[in-house]
């Protein structure tokens, strides 16, 4: 037993994608596994259970498949989650771990005796299912379905139909367990319900690309505590499209001098007659809070 300080770089990203049939979780995981695997998909492995859906992306590149079958018990979890690990692999995505749950559920259900009593035979091998994630040497992402319902959203004037995610299909509270969650929506964009890494927390929704995941790894193998100034200038380097016109707009609006303000509203000259009002707003607001002599002459466009 030896104490060591804490090192973020040895650490191994544990997350989940949730969402409904549909949101693209399958495609987003597998994107996600590219980037944590410094894009060499011969280091990632799909623990599918999704009826042979992994292979529908192999245009992907050759990332690895375990295919399961029924029955879908967290011991074939485990069995395969292990085959992962023996094999070198970095990444393992399992898609999905519904099916996991939804197993427990039946078998549940067919115990004789004492209902509430019988739970002491399915939370043992829930807890050894989940503690074999979360002690996975590789990064692990896992996906749920979530339950779905229609909701009546109003387009061109009328009213359509349209697709949304409810509650996750696991066991309540399992997404404590995960570092990062992203809950996908029917229109792919992903936006996170839970986040220790504070990449994604109070930001916009987006759509999951490989420069996600290469995000992601940057942190997990980080050694330092990153600064405000960090931040914003890691975010100076990101394009247009990775970044979006409310991702500029959301910085502006967390800049505190007008200094920063500035060179945030030049670095992006194609969105300067959007921004243009939000720059002014924020402007003048800074201004206010601070002594407007000092900066009368700062930020003139």
Not at 93 to 112: G, Q, R
Not at 147 to 159: A, E, P, R, S, T
Not at 260 to 284: I, V, W
Not at 292 to 298: A, V
Request: aromatic residues 8%.
């Amino acid at each position: 037993m030896q104490l060591r300080q804490s090192e973020r770089r040895k650490a191994k990203i544990k997350m989940a994608l949730q969402g409904p049939s549909g949101g693209g979780k399958s495609y987003s995981a597998l994107l996600l596994g590219k980037g944590l695997a410094n894009g060499d998909l011969s280091k990632v492995a799909v623990i599918d259970t999704e009826n042979g859906s992994a292979d529908l992306y192999a245009h992907l590149g050759n990332y690895n498949v375990i295919t399961l079958k029924p029955p879908f018990t967290p011991e074939n979890y485990i069995k395969a989650i292990e085959v992962c690990e023996n094999a070198g692999m970095e990444v393992i995505v399992i898609d999905s771990i519904s099916h996991e749950w939804d197993e427990l559920l039946d078998f549940h259900s067919k115990l004789a005796g004492n209902s509430f009593t019988n739970w002491a035979k399915v939370t043992p091998r829930q807890k050894a299912f989940i503690d074999k994630i979360l002690q996975a040497k590789a990064h692990v992402i896992a996906t749920m379905r979530t339950k779905q319902d229609y909701v009546l959203n109003q387009k061109d004037g009328k009213f359509v139909p349209e697709k949304v995610g409810l509650k996750s299909v696991q066991r309540d509270g399992v997404d404590y367990e995960f570092t990062l969650v992203f809950d996908i929506d029917i229109k792919h964009f992903a936006v996170s319900s839970k986040d220790r890494t504070g990449l994604f927390a109070g930001k916009p929704d987006f759509i999951i690309k490989e420069s996600t995941g290469t995000e992601i790894l940057d942190w997990c193998n980080s050694s330092e505590k990153p600064t405000k100034d960090k931040d914003f200038l890691s975010a100076s380097r990101l394009t247009r499209d990775e970044i979006g016109l409310r991702d500029v707009m959301t910085r502006m609006q967390e800049s505190n001098s007008i200094a920063e303000l500035l060179t945030l509203f030049k670095m992006y000259p194609s969105l300067q007659q959007d921004l243009k009002p939000h720059y002014e707003a924020r402007k003048a607001f800074l201004q206010k809070m601070s002594n407007p002599q000092n900066y009368s002459n700062n930020g003139k466009l």
